[in-house]
Nanobody
Framework: QVQLVESGGGLVQPGGSLRLSCAAS????????IGWFRQAPGKEREGVLC????????YYTDSVKGRFTISRDNAKNTVYLQMDSLKPEDTAVYYC????????????????WGQGTQVTVSS
């Protein structure tokens, strides 16, 4: 059974850091691109960052450039989203999604999704 499980969310103060994990089971991440998306209350799902199977990173939004990075550890079948200098506007449920090989331009193009993890940035 193909499954993606996000973890690492929580409550953090502005300026703080979190590292989210996306662990895969039922398939090998080596051949998949992993995208991170987020959805704040009352807003549409927004792409954040993606890493292809060949470890090329693609930013979906300029708002996280210089603050968020993505990496993968294929031996652990896990992709990480490192979030630094967090801002209140980063508050959202964060999802990871998987699709073969390359990053896709739209969330609808990803076939596999995790259940999400809540990130709240507040003092």
């Amino acid at each position: 059974q193909v499954q993606l499980v996000e973890s690492g969310g929580g409550l953090v103060q502005p300026g703080g850091s979190l590292r989210l994990s996306c662990a895969a089971s039922g398939f090998t991440l080596d051949y998949y691109a992993i995208g991170w998306f987020r959805q704040a209350p009352g807003k549409e799902r927004e792409g954040v960052l993606c890493i292809s199977s060949s470890e090329v990173s693609t930013y979906y939004t300029d708002s996280v450039k210089g603050r968020f990075t993505i990496s993968r550890d294929n031996a652990k079948n896990t992709v990480y989203l490192q979030m630094d200098s967090l801002k209140p506007e980063d508050t959202a449920v964060y999802y990871c999604a998987a699709e073969r090989w390359s990053c896709r331009s739209h969330p609808d193009e990803y076939n596999y999704w995790g259940q999400g993890t809540q990130v709240t940035v507040s003092s």
